[in-house]
């Protein structure tokens, strides 16, 4: 849930957004992956987001209100965290991709990312009481940094980069931008709520993957090559 600096606090600002986007990562990485996944007591200021090398991902959303979600795996994170996800699953090593430039790790740690922005848009609403949309996130394998801004009005956009760490202690970073709001209290009607569980979302997302996977469109194989056009990429 997203949590206040006190009991009497009433105001929830950017920073209680980013906990609750923060919780949510951990949360989600940590049940799919058996392993702990913790971030750092310290968020840093920035003046913009990018997708930095090795493979990262970016998510906007739009709604009570606008912003971007960036993740930034370095290869030893991201090659970690999906071998630990796939094994979970019952698959043995032998079966799994070697390089964080396949497709499937791309694929895997996208289905990731899209369980984590659905964990963190269902405590929006829940506990903030508003609606949030969001795109399909697509994780990208890149060679070099892409800078990103985002494609709606912000007034007064702030920005703020988190580490995070793997059990082995491999670092990624997650920033989130959108626009300097605050959420005030002004009853508690509709505040009482069950906590959202984590394992619940995990073991739904694998019996779906169990599922047959439809035929490809003879399109889709472009979608990569499309996506790192509009990028410039």
Not at 156 to 164: H, I
């Amino acid at each position: 849930m997203i949590v206040t600096r006190s009991d009497d606090d009433v105001v929830l600002t950017t920073e209680d957004v980013l906990l609750s986007l923060c919780n949510s990562v951990t949360d989600v990485l940590s049940a799919a992956t058996m392993s702990q996944v913790r971030f750092s007591g310290m968020v840093q200021r920035i003046s913009k987001t990018c997708l930095k090398p090795d493979i990262g991902c970016f998510v906007l959303f739009d709604g009570g209100f606008s912003g971007l979600v960036v993740i930034n795996f370095s290869a030893a994170a991201a090659m970690e965290l999906y071998e630990s996800y796939m094994l979970s699953m019952g698959l043995s090593k032998e079966d799994l991709a070697i390089s964080h430039t396949s497709d499937e790790v791309s694929n895997v740690m996208g289905e990731l990312m899209n369980q984590i922005v659905g964990s963190f848009t269902v405590k929006v609403g829940r506990d903030l009481q508003t609606h949030i949309t969001q795109n399909q996130p697509k994780m990208l394998a890149l060679n070099k940094q892409v800078m990103l801004s985002v494609d709606t009005n912000l007034d007064s956009p702030e920005s703020r980069r988190v580490t995070f760490f793997t059990a082995r202690n491999n670092i990624f970073y997650l920033e989130l931008a959108m626009d300097k709001t605050e959420f005030i209290r002004i009853h508690n009607e509709g505040m009482e709520h069950e906590e959202l569980d984590p394992d619940a979302l995990i073991a739904q997302a694998k019996q779906d993957a169990a599922k047959p996977a439809p035929a490809a469109a003879p399109a889709a194989s472009n979608d990569h090559d499309d996506l790192l056009d509009s990028l410039g990429i």
